[in-house]
């Protein structure tokens, strides 16, 4: 199942820079770089580490396209 990440879009909007961010939910920026670019899908821990430290639902980052 393919899933479209928003995480470039939403970062840019709160102004948050990727590097700071990769520090904040404990992956690396090459790692956050692949997920920005829809490149891999994160570890469910990573997954709710994001959201969290977003105050966003799942839902809101990875959206799943409309088949």
């Not at 829809?38 to 709710?48: C, D, I, R, V």
Request: charged share 30%; glycine share 2%; with cysteine.
């Amino acid at each position: 199942m393919d899933f479209t990440c928003k995480l470039k879009v939403i970062l840019a909007e709160k102004e948050i820079k990727h590097e700071d961010f990769a520090k904040v939910v404990g992956v690396s920026p090459d790692g956050l770089s692949s997920l920005v670019n829809n490149k891999s899908l994160p570890s469910f821990e990573s997954t709710y580490r994001i959201s969290e430290a977003l105050e966003m639902d799942i839902k809101e980052i990875w959206i799943k396209p409309e088949q």
